[in-house]
């Protein structure tokens, strides 16, 4: 079992820029994709970003490349996601998921967490 917790969301101005963390516990080896994924209110759930342990290869999508990176510390099980130039579309709740296989899919993905707010005002 893996456990998911997501902190770093909040209130911003468009512009700006905040950093969401996810802290994984748990049978983490068994995880070797992580993955951020935002629902926005009446939408469906979309990917947003991925990470591979193994080599560090990182997936984004096309309405965040270039604003949106992906890191992760495997010491310390934890997964971010640096957003600069935040735009009031991207305003969602903000998942971390784990999986083994490393996509955009987010049927992909066994673990997820909480959720943390993002709201991005114009």
């Known amino acids: 079992q893996v456990q998911l917790v997501e902190s770093g969301g909040g209130l911003v101005q468009a512009g700006g820029s905040l950093r969401l963390s996810c802290a994984a516990s748990g049978r983490t080896f068994r995880s070797d994709a992580m993955g951020w994924f935002r629902q926005a209110p009446g939408k469906e759930r979309e990917f947003v970003a991925a990470t591979r342990r193994s080599d560090g290869n990182t997936l984004y999508a096309d309405s965040v490349k270039g604003r949106f990176t992906i890191s992760r510390d495997n010491a310390k099980n934890t997964v971010y996601l640096q957003m600069n130039s935040l735009k009031p579309e991207d305003t969602a709740v903000y998942y971390c998921?784990?999986?083994?296989?490393?996509?955009?899919?987010?049927?992909?993905?066994?673990?997820w967490g909480q959720g943390t707010r993002v709201t991005v005002s114009s």
């Open positions: 998921a784990a999986g083994w296989q490393f996509t955009f899919n987010l049927k992909d993905y066994d673990y």
